[in-house]
């Protein structure tokens, strides 16, 4: 089914379309001809990743004292004489040795706070005073007046960080809506005095219909095999109740099928990209990080899903891949030392990763302050060297083309003096 | 401000502070619906020291798991034949276990369906979110249902300090935020096992400790540090509980003194002296009765109830009944009831998924029979026993109202209504479900339906059905 063609179509027409299951632009399609325009992934692993597993330092001489048991070394993937990645993230450590990925080893947002929740909102809102939007909404809105950027997030509950006024969609696999196009157009009706909901179901309506142009394309041959096995398994393991979490949690006999769903479900993410009327900004929530206790099993699940999923996007992606950027960041990070649980408490930096076929190539981003006791934030965890919104703001400069000046002042307010990174695209 | 006429009120009385109307309900409210609410209120709590934590069949079924899961365990290592009986035994363990807390699911589902005292259910349902537990393995998962029923349920309306002291002390609250694990680094069962070589060195686990302040007390904001944060974790160590699997009092309160960090401790500038799990009930008396924790949680039940952005008014009028009480919370909730601001005619709060859902099997009078009808819950966002973080459920509307949440409430209300509605007229149930709330746009929607099922659905997925 070709898409409809691009103009605003009217509210029924979109309707009518979405009822029957065509395929279906996003009103408002993006300016840029496919194939050219950039795109930009976020995911936030929530409740605090410990970046000392996802990339230990395997040279720092004091990384294996202060975490004793939970230490990786041998069995890291080697980046360097330094820093590897843990053993779950064999995707992403191919896509280093290609330039496709590199690490930040201990980035934090300015504010030093070990709630997760607040932690959390800072990340998402930009440290901004406007706490209930997202820095992600913001950069829509700034982008607004030369393109018409996309924001998607992957789940049925919404993220902060995309939340605000420009509408963005949201998905996630699940039974399709196969009614006549009545239900919907009665229940559009019935919405068009309440802004929140007429929004947000029209959203939903125009997501569902290219969800499944998206899954189509899935499901016909292509060079990685087994798509359609795959997204059968993200259907499966999703719609009958189990959320990419249960799904990573499910016992580890099974994490070969938690792969294989989290790699469809990054694949299904990149058939919304890949429209040429697709999304260009993406959110994708992965939660289940606070290893307080026995933090080696529950991580390596965690990693694992999470190293499919970025196989899932690059895959996916194909061609586009080379101008996709993909950001993996976390609220804070853990402790140094081991606790007293085989696990470890509230820190402060962690490791961010960043993906994608269009890196400059280099070495690790921002300064490594090393382990050594003296050097420990509050002499317990890694001490911060890079303000984690350098990095967004280099990401969205060079890449999205944010302006300097919005980048300071409104997506990151009063940020100047956290400039973008350089050189990073 | 003035209270809105009669039948507004009934309206908002069922579905506001209830989980929304049962046909009949708006009209059993009509007469006084102040009244209808504060008759709600009450029963005391039980005696603590009575109580049980978890009932005598879960208690065994979780003890014939453990046990078929270590025979298995035991065998396969020894490569014994029966090695694989032995697993298809703890499999069948483990699928009862689990059916268990599918019917701890649906029970707390049904129950909210069909129950009369619609107010106290949400009442109930705040504080459960308020102290979330979620499910890790399937032993706790067994744990939370007599976690809400035992430990928080029958004290929702008494003192805050005895609901505080209950929840944090319960098998499920220990298990869940690590509690359990947390070993003072200088009690006498660290020293021995120091001696030992190749022990691995037990020691603190903070995750309990912040969530109380942070989360479950005076708030983020409550002006604590993480000095403070450790400290009352070394405080707490040795609280813990019977093994799950013991023979005797299995789940029930028991203080771990071999594990537990001698000394004073110093929390938010006060000093406690006490020995044992005295100095945690102090620490916890104390958090119950600062000014912080009646801020913030009288902020927060004034969100849960009126809006995402509720009235100062609103929150000052609670916040001082909690401080002239200390935190009496059957006081509490009468002064919400009576408080002017909880009646204003906007519905300003957007159902979550699990409201949505009891909402509409109200409407229909029904009640789910099987745990599958819950499925789509989890497609919806909101699987019970199971919220992201202790933090529990989102309550805002940008969290909810999502194109992807949205879609999914379509889904199930186009599988719910004509099944639901059966042969009733619709028309009816609208109002009988919304009284004064129902508007003319929908009310006209629904009479121009084509048929039953799409007349009840447009009334499920309506705005003034959406909201409360």
Redesign the interface.
């Known amino acids: 089914m070709r898409p409809a063609p691009i103009g605003a179509p009217s509210r029924r027409t979109v309707l009518a379309a979405a009822g029957l299951g065509l395929g279906l632009q996003f009103v408002g399609a993006n300016a840029f001809a496919a194939g050219t325009r950039n795109r930009f992934v976020l995911i936030i692993c ?2 605090a990743a410990d970046g000392l597993s996802v990339a230990p330092p395997v040279g720092d001489a004091n990384y294996v004292p202060l975490r ?2 939970l230490a990786i070394t041998e069995e890291a993937l080697r980046l360097d004489g330094d820093f590897g990645l843990h053993p779950q993230l064999s995707a992403i450590h191919q896509m280093a040795q290609a330039d496709q990925a590199r690490i930040a080893p201990a980035v934090a947002m300015p504010d030093r ?6 932690a959390q909102d800072r990340l998402e809102n930009g440290a901004g005073h406007e706490a ?1 939007v997202g820095w992600m909404n913001r950069t829509l809105a700034s982008l607004g007046a030369r393109s018409k950027a996309e924001g998607l ?1 992957v ?4 993220p ?1 960080v995309l ?1 605000g006024p420009v509408p ?5 696999p ?2 399709v ?1 196969e ?1 006549e196009a ?3 157009t ?2 559009q ?3 068009k ?2 802004p ?2 007429s929004v ?9 219909a290219t969800a499944q142009a998206a899954m189509s394309r899935l499901a016909s041959p292509a060079p990685e095999a087994q798509t359609a096995a795959d997204a059968a398994a993200v259907e499966s393991a ?6 990419p ?2 799904a990573a949690r499910r016992t580890r006999a099974m994490s070969g099928s938690d792969r294989k769903a989290a790699h469809a479900l990054g694949q299904t993410v990149a058939g919304f990209m890949r429209q040429d009327t697709g999304a260009d900004m993406v959110a994708i929530s992965l ?1 289940g990080f ?1 290893t ?2 026995n933090q080696a099993g529950q991580l390596a699940t965690r990693l694992s899903y999470l190293d499919a999923l970025a196989d899932g996007l690059r895959t996916g992606l194909g061609a586009a891949w080379g101008q996709t950027v993909v950001l993996v960041v976390t609220e804070f990070g853990r402790t140094a030392r081991t ?5 470890t ?2 820190g402060t930096a962690s490791t961010a990763l960043m993906l994608g076929g269009g890196l400059k190539p280099g070495g690790i981003i921002g300064d490594w302050p090393s382990l050594q006791e003296s050097k420990l934030y ?1 002499n317990r965890d890694l001490a911060p060297t890079l303000d984690m919104r350098s990095l967004f703001k280099g990401v969205l400069a060079d890449h999205m083309g944010v302006d300097r000046r919005a980048l300071d002042t409104t997506v990151f307010p009063d940020s100047a003096s956290a400039p973008p990174l350089q050189n990073l695209v | 401000m003035a209270l809105p006429d009669r039948d507004l009120q009934a309206a908002l009385a069922v579905t506001r502070f209830g989980l929304g109307a049962r046909p009949g309900e708006i009209a059993a409210a009509h007469a006084d619906p102040q009244g209808f609410l504060a008759d709600q209120i009450g029963g005391s709590p039980p005696d603590r020291s009575s109580s049980i934590a978890l009932p005598e069949g879960r208690i065994e079924a979780i003890r014939a798991f453990g046990a078929a899961r270590r025979e298995s365990l035991e065998a396969s290592r020894a490569r014994a034949g029966d090695a694989e009986a032995l697993r298809l035994i703890t499999n069948e363990r483990r699928r009862e276990l689990r059916d268990g807390v599918m019917n701890d699911v649906l029970a707390r589902t049904a129950n909210a369906a069909i129950t009369p005292k619609a107010f106290a259910e949400r009442w109930a349902l705040f504080w459960a979110n308020h102290f979330t537990v979620a499910q890790g393995n399937i032993i706790s998962g067994a744990t939370i249902g007599p976690y809400e029923n035992l430990a928080l349920r029958p004290y929702v309306f008494g003192s805050f300090r005895d609901l505080l002291i209950s929840a944090e002390t319960h098998p499920a609250m220990l298990i869940y ?2 509690q359990d ?3 003072g ?1 200088n009690s006498p069962f ?1 020293q021995r096992r120091a001696q030992t070589p190749n022990g ?8 309990l400790a ?1 969530e109380i302040l ?2 479950h007390t005076v708030g ?1 904001n409550g002006g604590y540090s ?1 000095a403070d ?1 450790t400290e009352f974790a070394r405080a707490l160590t040795g609280v813990s509980f019977e093994r799950l699997t013991a023979a005797e009092s299995a789940g029930q309160p028991r203080f771990r003194r071999a594990a537990h960090e001698p000394g004073e401790r110093e929390i938010m500038g006060v000093r406690y002296a006490q020995r044992g799990d005295d100095q945690a009930v102090a620490i916890l008396s104390d958090l119950a009765s600062k000014p912080q924790t009646a801020r913030f949680i009288s902020w927060k039940i004034a969100r849960h109830f009126v809006a995402d952005d509720p009235p100062e008014a609103l929150v000052r009028r609670l916040e001082r009944t909690w401080r002239d009480t200390d935190g009496a919370l059957d006081q509490v909730a009468r002064t919400l009831i009576a408080a002017p601001e909880s009646w204003e005619p906007a519905a300003r709060k ?1 159902k979550t998924p699990y409201e949505f859902m009891i909402s509409s099997w109200r409407a229909a009078g029904a009640a789910p029979q099987d745990v599958k009808q819950l ?1 789509l819950l ?4 909101q ?1 019970p026993f ?1 919220a ?2 202790p ?1 529990g459920w ?1 309550e ?13 409430r ?2 199930w209300t ?1 599988a719910f209504a004509p099944r639901a509605v059966g042969d009733r007229d619709p028309n009816r149930l609208a109002e009988e479900a919304l009284g004064a709330r129902l508007s003319g ?2 009310a006209t ?1 629904i009479r121009r ?2 048929s039953r099922g ?1 007349a009840f ?2 009334l499920l ?3 003034e059905f ?1 909201r409360r």
């Open positions: 929530r409740g004793g048991d706070i070990r709630s997760h929740f607040e209930a997030s789940g049925p509950v919404a902060l939340r963005t969609a949201s998905w996630s699940g039974r809506v009614t009545r239900l919907p009665l229940i009706d019935l919405y005095d309440d929140v909901l947000a179901f029209g959203k939903g309506l125009q997501t569902e999703m719609a009958q109740g189990l959320s979490r249960e939660d606070d307080h206790a606790n007293g649980t085989a696990g408490d509230h509050e | 935020l690590n694990r947390s070993v680094p660290a691995r060195e037990p020691g603190l686990n903070e995750n912040r942070e989360l983020v993480q944060v957007f499925g989890t497609a919806m966002g699987r199971a992201p973080s933090e989102p805002e509307e940008g969290a909810w109202a999502t194109p992807d949440g949205m879609i999914k379509l889904v186009e746009p929908t929607a339906a084509e799409e659905a447009l997925m309506s705005p959406q």
